[in-house]
């Protein structure tokens, strides 16, 4: 059974550059990964983090003037984005570790990354 989780930055500013919809999402393969292992599970929140803000990046990048507003929407355009992906991967241990960071209780980064699959 293949599983993923798609990141997909959204757009909530109508100053946001334009760029192209397949450049906003991008699809985290998760098929070998114990999601149910902590330290696994937040190995693959950081990757989704990274990803986000790397698409949150590219979608509010500001070219009016108002980099203040383009650097709020790219805020809330990451938590948003990452929230999404989190629900979307059905993993208590995710769910958690995305709690802990929303409370500003992050516990440290794990000593293992979350290899490409």
Known sequence: ????????????????TPVAAEDLSRTIPINQTDLS??????????RITVTAKRLCAMAHTSTYGFP???MRDRRAC???SVSRAVGSAASPQL????A???????PPAPATTLAAR
Not at 37 to 46: G, I, K, M, N, V
Not at 95 to 98: D, G
Not at 100 to 106: K, R, S
């Open 1 to 16: 059974m293949r599983r993923f989780v798609t990141v997909i930055a959204l757009s909530l500013s109508a100053l946001a």
């Open 95 to 98: 769910a958690a570790r995305h």
């Open 37 to 46: 292992d902590p330290a696994a599970a937040a190995a693959l929140y950081e």
């Open 78 to 80: 990451v938590r948003e």
């Open 100 to 106: 802990q960071v929303m409370a500003g209780n992050t």
């Open 68 to 70: 203040s507003s383009a």
